[in-house]
């Protein structure tokens, strides 16, 4: 579904964002885009959605070339962006103008989120709290029934029986035909809906796994001693031991905890990507 | 549907922009009647192109400097540019209805408004007012100059984050300016031109400017529209 080949990307010349970044992410997967601030993220969402263009390279959303923002491919596309707009417009007028555009946008569904949230259809999207747009947008953009999704810090702004709301939604709405983006700093409220994760860091893709995949090569636990954790990619004190990520040297699969994920890539780019290569293993 | 033009698709969009604009529209609207009411037009019911034009151009261009303040803000531009539309209904849409869409309020409300006000001034005061009478050729080329003029507002409104009526008036005030200080050297090369028998236009790149200009205006408004379409589609977040 979205394909990037060679892209390179940079507010200025001199300093490049992106350079040579390759993606490939395919339909059925609801996927967790994590970086440091800073990292690339939102302007990785730009120029998947067409808001920026590439400098370099090819980048296909749905065999479209994004920056040419074609019709055919923007009605199977929608992004909630971070900032979002106050529009004038009652809830119920935006979606009378804007639901058209897609052709398979679902009214059941939108009723159903915008009540689930609790959102007064007419009231005027300028006069509603920052969560609250994001309530809407985020109620909108799961019915236009979209193959590309794209949540740009969703559950920022939102309180925390709405957070759970938001995963309910956003769980019903995945279907086998959907690529979800989420692009987020709040790992725990992502945490068992994802099933990619894309680690971005430096203008670099340094991860691109399923959690599957994760969980079978990584193992997620606790350690009482620091020797024990000597043969592991990081560790954590925590308030009963150790948070270890460690090569899963087991076939059984643990819970993968996201915060921890990150950091190990974060701070074993090299040996993680060998480990997922399978470079690692061929050594022993 | 097209990848370029859908009239189903345009419909949407243009609905989209007239709502969006609705309050100004409105209050452009109050503006041209109050203008009326206050100055009705006497005697045989001449229209006062000095006032229509003087409306027309001063709303109309105020409302084209502001019509492209979304693409510039990072929050709204989302909403805009990727609204499944082609980037020429994009551009349209919203040049339609800053220029046909601007004359069409503007004369027609100045129109309806003199009906009412010569109503109420022979009716209620009994002094001698007329309506205008709208179908006057002096309206022709205030229109026409409208059109003109508000192509390059309308570039100057994609190009210009911030007041973008007074950078374009600026901008326009600067190659006239430019214009003005080159003009002997046109007069040098005209005379010098004739004498030699040559085409004018080819002795000189300053005189491509000064014949757009002088006689060719109908070069810089598409040019205007052309530049404008390619900056929309080229717009970024």
């Given at each position: 579904?979205?394909?990037?080949?060679?892209?390179?990307?940079?507010?200025?010349?001199?300093?490049k964002?992106?350079?040579?970044?390759?993606?490939?992410?395919?339909?059925?997967?609801i996927?967790?885009?994590?970086?440091?601030?800073?990292?690339?993220?939102?302007?990785?969402?730009?120029?998947?959605?067409?808001?920026?263009?590439?400098?370099?390279?090819?980048?296909?959303?749905?065999?479209?070339?994004?920056?040419?923002?074609?019709?055919?491919l923007?009605?199977?596309?929608?992004?909630?962006?971070?900032?979002?707009?106050?529009?004038?417009?009652?809830?119920?007028?935006?979606?009378?103008?804007?639901?058209?555009?897609?052709?398979?946008?679902?009214?059941?569904?939108?009723?159903?989120?915008?009540s689930?949230?609790?959102?007064?259809?007419?009231?005027?999207?300028?006069?509603?709290?920052?969560?609250?747009?994001?309530?809407?947008?985020?109620?909108?953009?799961?019915?236009?029934?979209?193959?590309?999704?794209?949540?740009?810090?969703?559950?920022?702004?939102?309180?925390?029986?709405?957070?759970?709301?938001?995963?309910?939604?956003?769980?019903?709405?995945?279907?086998?035909?959907?690529?979800?983006?989420?692009?987020?700093?709040?790992?725990?409220?992502?945490?068992?809906?994802?099933?990619?994760?894309?680690?971005?860091?430096?203008?670099?893709?340094i991860?691109?796994?399923?959690?599957?995949h994760?969980?079978?090569?990584?193992?997620?636990?606790?350690?009482?001693?620091?020797e024990?954790?000597?043969?592991?990619?990081?560790?954590?004190?925590?308030?009963?031991?150790?948070?270890?990520?460690?090569?899963?040297?087991?076939?059984?699969?643990?819970?993968?905890?996201?915060?921890?994920?990150?950091?190990?890539?974060?701070?074993?780019?090299?040996?993680?990507?060998r480990?997922?290569?399978?470079?690692e293993?061929?050594?022993? | 549907?097209?990848?370029?033009?859908?009239?189903?698709?345009?419909?949407?969009?243009?609905?989209?922009?007239?709502?969006a604009?609705?309050?100004?529209?409105l209050?452009?609207?109050?503006?041209?009647?109050?203008?009326?009411?206050?100055?009705?037009?006497?005697?045989?019911?001449?229209?006062?192109?000095?006032?229509?034009?003087?409306?027309?151009?001063?709303?109309?261009?105020?409302?084209?400097?502001?019509?492209?303040?979304d693409?510039?803000?990072?929050?709204?531009?989302?909403?805009?540019?990727?609204?499944?539309?082609?980037?020429?209904?994009?551009?349209?849409?919203?040049?339609?209805?800053?220029?046909?869409?601007?004359?069409?309020?503007?004369?027609?409300?100045?129109?309806?408004?003199?009906?009412?006000?010569?109503?109420?001034?022979?009716?209620?005061?009994?002094?001698?007012?007329?309506?205008?009478?709208?179908?006057?050729?002096?309206?022709?080329?205030?229109?026409v100059?409208?059109?003109?003029?508000?192509?390059?507002?309308?570039?100057?409104?994609?190009?210009?984050?911030?007041?973008?009526?007074?950078?374009?008036?600026c901008?326009i005030?600067?190659?006239?300016?430019?214009?003005f200080?080159?003009?002997?050297?046109?007069?040098?090369?005209?005379?010098?031109?004739?004498?030699?028998?040559?085409?004018?236009?080819?002795?000189n790149?300053?005189?491509?400017?000064?014949?757009?200009?002088?006689?060719?205006?109908?070069?810089?408004?598409?040019?205007?529209?052309?530049?404008?379409?390619?900056?929309?589609?080229?717009?970024?977040?």
């Open positions: 579904m979205i394909d990037i080949q060679q892209l390179e990307f940079g507010y200025t010349k001199q300093n964002l992106f350079n040579h970044l390759n993606l490939n992410l395919t339909e059925g997967h996927c967790g885009l994590l970086g440091k601030n800073g990292a690339g993220k939102t302007t990785l969402l730009k120029l998947i959605s067409g808001l920026q263009f590439p400098q370099s390279g090819e980048l296909k959303v749905l065999n479209y070339h994004s920056k040419k923002r074609e019709p055919a923007l009605q199977q596309l929608y992004f909630v962006p971070e900032q979002l707009q106050s529009l004038a417009y009652t809830i119920d007028r935006y979606h009378f103008l804007y639901a058209p555009f897609y052709p398979n946008f679902d009214e059941d569904n939108f009723k159903q989120n915008i689930s949230f609790k959102l007064d259809s007419h009231q005027t999207i300028r006069d509603l709290s920052h969560g609250q747009k994001k309530k809407f947008f985020i109620s909108f953009g799961l019915a236009t029934m979209t193959p590309l999704l794209i949540l740009d810090e969703p559950t920022n702004g939102l309180d925390i029986p709405s957070k759970a709301i938001f995963r309910t939604l956003l769980a019903k709405a995945a279907t086998d035909k959907r690529l979800i983006i989420v692009s987020t700093h709040q790992v725990h409220d992502v945490e068992n809906l994802i099933d990619t994760i894309v680690l971005v860091d430096e203008g670099e893709i991860l691109n796994q399923s959690l599957h994760i969980a079978d090569k990584l193992q997620f636990t606790l350690a009482d001693n620091r024990d954790i000597l043969d592991c990619y990081y560790s954590e004190k925590t308030l009963n031991g150790y948070a270890v990520v460690c090569k899963n040297r087991s076939n059984v699969e643990s819970a993968v905890n996201l915060e921890l994920l990150f950091n190990a890539v974060i701070a074993n780019k090299q040996s993680i990507q480990l997922f290569c399978g470079e293993n061929s050594d022993e | 549907m097209s990848n370029y033009f859908d009239l189903t698709r345009f419909y949407r969009v243009i609905k989209i922009e007239i709502l604009q609705k309050k100004s529209l209050v452009y609207m109050l503006i041209v009647f109050m203008v009326a009411l206050l100055f009705p037009v006497h005697g045989y019911g001449m229209p006062d192109i000095g006032l229509l034009g003087f409306l027309l151009y001063t709303l109309g261009l105020i409302f084209t400097s502001t019509l492209f303040a693409i510039h803000s990072q929050s709204s531009s989302t909403n805009y540019l990727l609204l499944p539309c082609s980037n020429l209904e994009r551009f349209l849409s919203r040049w339609l209805l800053s220029s046909f869409g601007m004359v069409l309020l503007i004369v027609l409300t100045y129109f309806i408004s003199s009906i009412l006000v010569a109503l109420l001034y022979n009716v209620l005061l009994g002094f001698n007012v007329h309506p205008i009478h709208l179908l006057s050729m002096q309206l022709m080329p205030v229109i100059d409208y059109m003109q003029l508000q192509s390059l507002f309308f570039l100057g409104a994609i190009i210009f984050k911030k007041n973008s009526a007074l950078m374009t008036i901008c005030a600067f190659f006239l300016f430019i214009l200080v080159l003009s002997p050297l046109f007069s040098i090369n005209i005379d010098y031109a004739l004498m030699l028998g040559q085409p004018l236009i080819l002795l790149p300053a005189m491509h400017f000064y014949f757009l200009f002088s006689y060719k205006w109908w070069v810089i408004m598409p040019l205007c529209l052309g530049v404008s379409y390619l900056k929309i589609a080229e717009s970024e977040s």
